[in-house]
């Protein structure tokens, strides 16, 4: 059981957007730690997507935008391309558990 | 630009230890806190532990606290993760990530490219 709750995939078809999103709780999320967001295409390492809420790093396209609310946050993704195929993970820092959390991953697949 | 590279990775039976080393390069080694993170077959990402900037605080997660150990060399700009008693359930491929800086809180910007430990009889 994640500290942090993901579905288990999502699906899109180019050119659509899909939501995925992230829930926590008030010892995380709730208390106002930031949540970030990576993708991991199968076989290779995460990366960073999303960092501090909404922000994207340099050479992330504008397609991919974040939010948060409360205990819940979201990653956005417009224009879906076949290359957006991937795992989709979210992050942030617990304070009942004292560490770092991830979600349990998304799947997107592309139709 | 900033490398992470891990080794240290291969078989092991339960019970018995691994070292993990990973080589940083192209940023103030000493200005970051370090994480590893963890990934079994087929599975999503398991944060393991992380050292803060100076060496002062180590955290880790429930499943391997008492267990394995992180630490660091910041005159070599390498970071470790020593893994004693090893059961099969830390099957996995180990990631060394960046976190962000004079902080232990995430993101991680950087992540290595993965050491596979596989334990079994």
């Known amino acids: 059981q994640s500290a942090l709750t993901q579905p288990p995939s999502v699906s899109g078809a180019p050119g659509q957007g899909v939501t995925i999103s992230c829930t926590g709780s008030?010892?995380?999320?709730?208390?106002?730690?930031?949540v970030h967001w990576y993708q991991q295409i199968p076989g290779t390492a995460p990366k960073l997507l999303i960092h501090?809420?909404?922000n994207r790093p340099a050479g992330v396209p504008d397609r991919f935008s974040g939010s948060k609310s409360g205990t819940s946050a979201s990653l956005t993704i417009t224009g879906l391309r076949t290359e957006d195929e991937a795992d989709y993970y979210c992050?942030?820092?617990?304070?009942?558990?004292?560490?770092?959390?991830f979600g349990g991953g998304t799947l997107l697949t592309v139709l | 630009q900033v490398r992470l590279v891990e080794s240290g990775g291969g078989v092991a039976r339960p019970g018995r230890s691994l070292k993990l080393s990973c080589g940083a390069s192209?940023?103030?080694?000493?200005?970051?806190?370090l994480h590893w993170v963890r990934q079994a077959p087929g599975k999503g990402l398991e944060w393991v532990a992380l050292?803060?900037?100076?060496?002062?605080?180590?955290l880790y997660a429930d499943s391997v606290r008492g267990r394995f150990t992180i630490s660091r060399d910041d005159s070599k700009s390498t970071l470790f993760l020593q893994m004693n008693n090893l059961i099969p359930g830390d099957t996995a491929v180990y990631y060394c990530?960046?976190?962000?800086?004079?902080?232990?809180?995430?993101?991680?910007?950087?992540w290595g490219q993965g050491t596979l430990v596989s334990v079994s009889s």
């Open positions: 990530a960046r976190g962000a800086y004079g902080t232990v809180l995430p993101p991680f910007d950087s």
């Open positions: 192209g940023f103030i080694f000493s200005n970051y806190a």
């Open positions: 050292i803060s900037y100076d060496g002062r605080e180590a």
């Open positions: 008030s010892s995380n999320l709730g208390i106002g730690h930031d």
């Open positions: 501090g809420n909404t």
């Open positions: 992050q942030s820092y617990d304070i009942s558990l004292r560490g770092v959390v």
